[in-house]
C-alpha cells in the first residue's frame, strides 16, 4: 500500500505537512477532521478528495475486509 503524503500548509511557505486532527471524529462521522498545522496552529478543512483519500485510505475500504470472510461457503 502506498503511504498518503498529507499536504502542505497554504499559509506557511516552508512547513512542515499537515497532521491530522482527529480528536472531532465520532463514530457517526469518521470523516469529521481536519488538517492541523503544527507551525501557525492553525485548522483547515480537508478536500473531498483528501476527505475520501486519508478517511478510508487508498483502496476505498478500511481493514476488516469481507473478502476473507471464513463464513463464505464455497460451491
Ligand atoms: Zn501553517
Redesign the pocket.
Known sequence: MPMLTPPS????PD?QP?WKDITQITERMPDNWFWY??????LWRPSAEHKELFTHGPSGRSSGSVQCDPRVSRD
Open positions: 500548509c497554504p499559509a506557511c512547513s499537515l498545522c503544527a507551525n501557525c496552529k492553525r
